[in-house]
């Protein structure tokens, strides 16, 4: 089975600190998402990556970065966290190309940022 | 602007009825559709994924896609207490992307 690690489950943060949330993913899989959820606006692609050292905005990218330095991890980051960033954060992955674009999600990071 | 729209419930049905989720989307182009079942604190898990017309059927689950009308369905047939969650659509944007738009999800509740 794929497997999609996150390296945080709860965060607590407080305004203007950086804000590192890892994911990594073990199957070999090309495509990595950011996305945050927040109730009564559903899921929000933040930034994804199709390859090493490549990446995209999504829908909501602002204040918001990403890397990817490695196939097998990518990395979201807050660079001046806000309260308006408080949300569970979700990374997925996908094997890419055509048909193979199920998403496989970790278990989320929940950020709260005070 | 590309969405996908569901009924955010809550849909409650009685164990052993059939539950019809559906989800209707904007893109007409779009051609890879998904279910995702997410239990509270949980993160989403594929159910279901349909790309041509007609039904798909696994187990307990049939996804129906109508293309022209824009429109995806999910039927949970004989519905139990462990299927209440919230069920997220999801449609890719077209051109073989591997992004995925999704809809602010339906929330089942299954009575015993």
């Known amino acids: 089975d794929v497997k999609v690690t996150q390296s945080s489950r709860y965060l607590v943060k407080r305004t203007g600190e950086k804000v590192f949330l890892e994911c990594v993913q073990d199957?070999?899989?090309?495509?990595m998402f950011w996305y945050r959820q927040d109730p009564g606006l559903g899921l929000r692609l933040i930034y994804f990556?199709?390859?090493?050292?490549?990446?995209e905005k999504g829908d909501i990218p602002e204040g918001y970065s990403v890397s990817r330095e490695k196939k097998e991890r990518f990395s979201l980051i807050l660079e001046s966290a806000s309260t308006n960033q408080t949300s569970m954060y979700l990374c997925?992955?996908?094997?890419?190309?055509?048909?193979?674009?199920?998403?496989?999600f970790g278990a989320g990071s929940r950020l709260t940022v005070l | 602007q590309k969405e996908v729209e569901q009924n955010s419930g809550p849909l409650s049905v009685p164990e052993g009825a059939i539950a019809s989720l559906n989800c209707t989307y904007s893109?007409?182009?779009?051609?890879?559709f998904f279910w995702y079942r997410q239990y509270s604190g949980k993160s989403p898990e594929l159910i279901m994924s349909?790309?041509?017309?007609g039904d798909k059927e696994d187990g307990r689950f049939t996804a129906q896609l109508n293309k022209a009308s824009q429109y995806v369905s999910l039927l949970i047939r004989d519905s139990q207490p462990s299927d209440s969650a919230t069920y997220l659509c999801?449609?890719?944007?077209?051109?073989?992307?591997?992004?995925?738009?999704f809809g602010q999800g339906t929330t089942l509740q299954v009575k015993p």
């Open positions: 997925a992955s996908s094997k890419g190309g055509s048909g193979a674009n199920v998403l496989t």
């Open positions: 349909i790309y041509s017309n």
């Open positions: 999801a449609v890719e944007i077209p051109g073989n992307t591997g992004k995925l738009i």
């Open positions: 990556s199709y390859d090493v050292k490549m990446k």
């Open positions: 199957m070999d899989h090309e495509n």
């Open positions: 893109d007409r182009v779009s051609q890879s």
